[in-house]
């Protein structure tokens, strides 16, 4: 099973098991805010979502991890790698409830999750979309050494569009190792 581990946090590979909490962060109407258009999510749709994450690691070798926070193991958000649809692109995703804003959790692991998909699933390029006026992703993807490349239609919404190759990344990043 698929486990990264940082200074405070624990990424493991998103299972069956996680449709209770990941129901709950879907289901909160701020969370859900910049993700997708629909706002609150209902159980069923997150089931299927959860599905689709499922998927997407026996397909491609990658996908969502759900992410705990190292001190008592609870949930706080997901992220991970995935295609991203319409492209051929590996797309880096992140979402975390209310109670871990503002703490650089995204940060954390959104860097454990692209080191991950250079160093082990050798991609090229990972690439990040967000909102345009999804300041707070904007600036992890500025973080992690992602350059701007414009707006493109994503999932039917103007998404701004960030790139990063291993080189920027490394550049960009603390080589501080993710513990496995």
């Known amino acids: 099973m698929t486990e990264l581990v940082t200074e405070r946090l624990v990424l493991r590979r998103m299972t069956a098991d ?3 909490w990941l129901a709950q962060l879907r289901g909160d109407a701020d969370v859900m805010r910049y993700i997708g258009s629909a706002g609150a999510v ?13 998927a ?3 397909a491609h070798g990658l996908g ?3 992410v705990r926070e190292g001190a008592d193991g609870s949930p706080v958000g997901w992220a991970g790698l995935q295609p991203l ?27 454990a999750v692209v ?11 990972i690439v990040a979309v967000a909102y345009p ?18 707006t493109r239609l994503v999932h039917g919404v103007e998404s701004v569009y960030y790139a990063v190759t291993p ?14």
Request: proline share 5%; aromatic share 12%.
């Open 56 to 58: 997407c690691w026996a």
């Open 18 to 20: 996680d449709l209770g």
């Open 85 to 111: 649809e319409g492209t051929e692109d590996i797309e880096v995703g992140y979402a975390f409830g209310p109670p871990a804003w503002g703490r650089g959790f995204a940060t954390e692991a959104a860097r």
């Open 133 to 150: 006026e999804n300041d707070a992703s904007r600036r992890v993807m500025d973080k992690l050494g992602m350059r701007y490349e414009g």
């Open 64 to 66: 969502m991890f759900s």
């Open 115 to 125: 080191r991950w998909g250079f160093d082990d699933r050798s991609l090229s390029r």
């Open 167 to 180: 080189h920027d990344f490394a550049s960009a990043s603390p080589r501080v190792m993710p513990k496995r």
């Open 42 to 54: 209902p159980l069923e749709q997150t089931r299927e979502r959860l599905d689709r994450y499922l």
